[in-house]
């Protein structure tokens, strides 16, 4: 996959949506997820981290520069294109756990 082709994607998922902030309350933390082809991905933007299967195997080990989806959180940072989903911090353990879990077994919830 070309750079263009990341840029394409990253674009694409923004125009359709599927870059999403979660702010938690009352204490303010935040979470970007982006809905993918198959699952929901937690992005880090400042660490510089996703968790697809292209980031771990690929962006890792060197072979591409980044995922579309982390390329997708920084443009819609830029471009303030992004869902806000208002969220209490006694959800924000199961959300981060259902994201995890959904890595590990690999579902395909698109
Ligand atoms: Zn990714």
Redesign the pocket.
């Known amino acids: 996959m070309t750079k263009e082709d990341l840029d394409f994607k990253a674009t694409e998922a923004i125009r359709e949506n599927r870059v999403k902030l979660y702010i938690f309350k009352p204490s303010g933390r935040k979470m970007w997820i982006?809905v993918?082809k198959h699952g929901r991905?937690l992005?880090l933007p400042e660490a510089e981290y996703?968790?697809?299967n292209?980031?771990f195997f690929r962006?890792m080990s060197g072979e591409k520069p980044t995922?579309?989806?982390?390329l997708a959180v920084r443009k819609a940072i830029q471009e303030e294109a992004y869902s806000i989903i208002k969220q209490e911090d006694t959800s924000y353990r199961k959300i981060l756990e259902e994201l995890l879990s959904s890595k590990a077994e690999n579902k395909t919830t698109s």
């Open positions: 982006v993918g991905y992005v996703c968790t697809c292209d980031f962006v995922c579309y989806h982390l």
